[in-house]
């Protein structure tokens, strides 16, 4: 294994044990490896004109004179560059590393993360068996999404997995492990984000298969999967009352109390967001009021030794992007996304293999803009593997599509190999 490949493993695999601990880890290792990359010659940044919105929207969100503090406008920039740099991250991955062996990484990795987080929990609370998942929700923290990828890629790729562990017991053990991990995570992000990959995969392996009866099948698919949610909501524990309070948490707009604000802070920080967009000018409506823009919390929150009337940092990556960059600023959000799904399509035109990496990647976008709208998750560096998984599916696609354009003029360009739907 070449050295450089080794690193970018190691790198990985740090991030994803310490990476929720140390929030900025992802953001700095992710500076190293890209800059080492283009240091070298092996990443040409002038290829990826799909990243210009992302780059476009630190344009937008640079001012001069605000009077904003130095250390609020380095944090937005390093929030709204994290994307890229993670992006940037897949894309080197995909130059060393085929598709099968990220996914046995990733099974690795969230699998360890997994261990780590039910030692931490076996520490705090005695026991690596805890009744309450209110305790270790907010006792250790929702943990990353690796689990949940390392989850998903068991179950549905099943057999490719089982190539380099080749053992049914150890495989079935990491299923259980991560099943575990993810429910004391007790976070309803990841439990939707969960259901956004197998609903994809679900359409994409029926329909592929089964053509029209396929979405038939389907539909007989979402029916069971409805019912579920819809029993998960009206029973009783922690997880079912925080579904049920989901939209109220994000949206309500009336704060009758200190507890209503509490209990809803999410919606509050939208609100006030909202208010502060009113207020401002023309200008400041259409491209936000540039980094470092503090929102004002008319009741201010109040925590152990803290009193906070402004905060930096939305849960709503919509609203932070709004205030930051403005009505502009959220268009240009949206364009990234729609413009991804656009270039690789076409890609997918040209070259009928990898369908099912398309079909990763939607799911992926999906899940990032999905967290965005609850915690932030396309700017934070919890998503860091998601975005990178992204860059890595994005840099895939186009290489294949490219080696099928070239394939008759002796191109020395090397594909990569689909991996096929409902491979277990």
């Not at 929990?121 to 990828?149: C, E, H, K, N, W």
């Not at 364009?335 to 399509?345: C, D, E, H, M």
Request: charged share 15%; hydrophobic share 50%.
């Amino acid at each position: 294994m070449k050295i450089d490949k080794l690193i970018l493993i190691l790198v990985l695999f740090v991030i994803a044990v310490f990476g929720y601990q140390f929030q900025f880890l992802s953001y700095f290792l992710s500076i190293v490896v890209v800059g080492y990359f283009i240091f070298t010659g092996e990443l040409s940044i002038g290829r990826y004109k799909v990243l210009f919105p992302l780059v476009l929207l630190l344009i937008i969100g640079t001012r001069l004179g605000t009077g904003f503090k130095r250390i609020d406008i380095i944090r937005d920039y390093v929030y709204f560059s994290t994307p890229i740099l993670s992006f940037l991250f897949g894309v080197i991955l995909c130059k060393k590393l085929s598709l099968s062996k990220l996914m046995v990484l990733f099974v690795t990795f969230g699998s360890v993360y997994s261990l780590y987080y039910l030692l931490q929990a076996t520490f705090q609370f005695g026991s690596v068996f805890v009744a309450d998942t209110y305790d270790t929700r907010y006792s250790i923290g929702t943990g990353t999404p690796v689990p949940m990828l390392a989850l998903f890629f068991s179950i549905f790729y099943y057999k490719e997995i089982f190539k380099v562990i080749q053992n049914h017991y150890l495989l079935l053990g990491i299923i259980l492990l991560n099943t575990a991990v993810l429910y004391y995570f007790s976070s309803r992000v990841y439990y939707f984000s969960f259901l956004i990959f197998i609903l994809l995969y679900l359409f994409y392996s029926f329909v592929s298969k089964y053509k029209k009866i396929g979405i038939i099948l389907f539909s007989g698919v979402l029916i069971i999967l409805a019912f579920i949610i819809y029993q998960m909501i009206n029973g009783d524990g922690f997880v079912a009352e925080k579904l049920r309070n989901s939209l109220n948490e994000m949206f309500v707009q009336e704060f009758d109390g200190y507890d209503a604000v509490i209990n809803n802070w999410r919606a509050y920080e939208l609100f006030e967001a909202y208010n502060s967009m009113i207020q401002g000018s023309l200008l400041q409506k259409l491209a936000g009021f540039g980094f470092g823009k503090l929102v004002y919390l008319e009741m201010e929150l109040l925590l152990p030794g803290i009193e906070l009337n402004y905060i930096p940092i939305l849960h709503n990556g919509f609203a932070y992007v709004m205030v930051k960059t403005g009505l502009l600023g959220i268009l240009i959000f949206l364009y990234f996304a729609i413009n991804l799904f656009i270039k690789t399509r076409r890609k997918i035109k040209v070259s009928g293999e990898n369908k099912s990496a398309f079909i990763l990647l939607i799911a992926s976008v999906i899940t990032v803009y999905f967290t965005a709208l609850v915690v932030n998750g396309f700017f934070s560096g919890e998503s860091f593997y998601l975005i990178l998984f992204i860059g890595f599916l994005y840099e895939l696609i186009c290489t294949n599509a490219e080696c099928d354009e070239n394939k008759h003029n002796n191109s020395d360009l090397q594909c990569q190999q689909d991996i096929k739907p409902m491979s277990r």
